[in-house]
């Protein structure tokens, strides 16, 4: 069974210095990745999908990275700003999950300080 | 384009109570999706519809029935409400068939069962 890990839980940075959020996934057999960004009582916002065959994706701040092999991927934000602060969650779609199913991480809350 | 909408955004029931949530997506997309977000849980995949006249069960199924009514609306029903449902429930949608299969959240509908 695919489980998707996100560590830690709760991350805390001064603004101006670049985010790094970590999601790790225990089978490589992936269609793709995608990481979500929420905010406080609202729904997930897609920021960037990463196809298996794909090793980087970026639009515009954000940079995701992906190593299938080790079952990991990286979401890499330059110069953190305060509105930067949120939830993020990433989440795989398994090649033996039928019907688009996607497989969520706990998610990383992140606050940015000004 | 209003994408992923959800009816009601917060409601409150009594145990037994019936109630259906509503979801509509205007992007043409023939895969629909119900999650359900908890503390400590992630989001959970109730049901999935993954073309219109079709719905499969997900992880947590027990308790809730949807409808696929036609391509855009996909609705999920509470027969006998327990406190156990109380949740933060997501509609979600994509275009079935295609690797690149993005997901979209709707913003979310704040159940509570008393």
């Known amino acids: 069974k695919q489980e998707v890990t996100q560590i830690p839980a709760a991350l805390s940075v001064p603004e101006g210095e670049n985010l790094v959020l970590n999601c790790s996934f225990t089978?490589?057999?992936?269609?793709?990745l995608q990481w979500f960004r929420q905010d406080p009582g609202k729904g997930l916002t897609s920021l960037l999908l990463?196809?298996?065959?794909?090793r980087e994706q970026t639009s515009g701040r954000l940079n995701a990275s992906l190593d299938k092999s080790s079952g990991r991927s990286t979401l890499y934000t330059a110069a953190s700003q305060p509105g930067d602060s949120a939830t993020y969650l990433c989440?795989?779609?398994?090649?033996?999950?039928?019907?688009?199913?996607?497989?969520f991480g706990g998610g990383t809350r992140v606050l940015v300080k000004p | 384009n209003a994408g992923v909408t959800q009816t009601p955004k917060f409601q409150v029931l009594k145990t037994g109570q019936s109630m259906t949530l509503q979801c509509a997506q205007d992007m043409n997309h023939n895969s629909m999706y119900w999650y359900r977000q908890d503390p400590g849980m992630g989001l959970r995949l109730i049901y999935y519809s993954a073309s219109e006249g079709t719905t499969d069960k997900g992880e947590v199924p027990n308790g809730y029935n949807v409808s696929r009514l036609n391509k855009r609306e996909f609705s999920l029903r509470l027969e006998s409400a327990a406190p156990s449902q109380t949740s933060v429930y997501f509609c979600?949608?994509?275009?079935?068939?295609?690797?690149?299969?993005?997901?979209?959240f709707g913003p979310g509908t704040r159940l509570t069962v008393l």
């Open positions: 989440a795989v779609r398994p090649i033996k999950a039928a019907g688009n199913k996607l497989t």
């Open positions: 990463i196809q298996s065959s794909q």
């Open positions: 089978d490589s057999a992936i269609y793709n």
């Open positions: 979600a949608s994509s275009l079935q068939g295609f690797t690149y299969n993005e997901q979209f």
